[in-house]
């Protein structure tokens, strides 16, 4: 024998002997822990191995020699069977050439590795241009919210100043001291000559405003939280394309 054979002779014989001492401590599935992969025999390592996926098959190949040896001792029947399981060709269709299933199945890989990321980018790009508009519409409803308590507290001012008018014209009519009199008159004079007219169209105009006000911060808080579910969706499409 060449000293090659011996020496896989030997470590399959290690192998073997690890085994058997770990059955006989009850090392074993079923007794609470599982056997390593490394103990099971070449033909059944090669019936395990032959279930792996591609990528799977790879990333164990780099792990060890042994495992790197019988990754590359798997045949066309092997690649044909991921071929056909991904339906990266049409039925009743056969690639000529040495390791043509392998090609077969590398190039139809790599071509779908593509259009999913390009799908991943295309998901991720909808998602933003979403956001944006969200973020658009929301400093457009803060800038109308603003103008509203612009124009709540313009004719709140109006309404204490017209209020104030009625009151004056009240007191002056009642009270003698002249200096008050005076004082009065002015405000008097400054007033809309229908008070209560006027009153009452600030009143409306204010519960128009306030429940317009009320209105666009609802808005708002809805395109807020729109916003926070957009953000989480493009969190979790960016961690899926991590895992």
């Not at 996926?53 to 990754?71: G, I, Q, V, W, Y």
């Not at 229908?194 to 169209?201: C, F, G, W």
């Not at 306030?210 to 953000?231: A, H």
Request: net charge positive; proline share 2%; with cysteine.
């Amino acid at each position: 024998l060449s000293s090659a054979k011996r020496r896989r002779r030997q470590k399959t014989e290690e192998r073997r002997q690890k085994t058997e001492e770990r059955r006989e401590r009850g090392v074993v599935a079923g007794a609470g822990v599982m056997i390593e992969l490394s103990d099971f025999s070449d033909s059944l390592l090669c019936e395990v191995l032959g279930r792996f996926d591609a990528p799977e098959l790879c990333a164990l190949a780099c792990t060890c020699k042994r495992f790197h040896a019988f990754s590359s001792t798997l045949g066309e029947d092997y690649w044909r069977g991921l071929v056909e399981k991904r339906r990266y060709l049409s039925p009743h269709v056969t690639p000529k050439g040495k390791e043509a299933w392998k090609t077969v199945y590398k190039e139809s890989f790599v071509k779908a590795k593509l259009r999913r990321q390009r799908a991943h980018q295309r998901k991720v790009i909808v998602i933003q241009m979403e956001i944006q508009d969200v973020n658009r519409e929301i400093k457009t409803l803060k800038d109308e919210a603003n103008d509203l308590i612009n124009q709540e507290r313009a004719e709140t001012n109006l309404y204490e100043e017209i209020d104030r008018g009625r009151s004056a014209e009240v007191a002056l009519k009642t009270w003698s001291p002249v200096s008050v009199s005076v004082w009065h008159k002015k405000v008097v004079e400054q007033t809309p000559v229908d008070v209560e007219t006027r009153l009452e169209d600030l009143k409306a105009k204010l519960k128009v405003t306030k429940l317009l006000l009320r209105n666009v911060l609802q808005r708002i808080e809805t395109k807020k939280r729109k916003l926070s579910d957009l953000e989480d969706s493009l969190q979790s499409v960016n961690l899926k394309k991590k895992i």
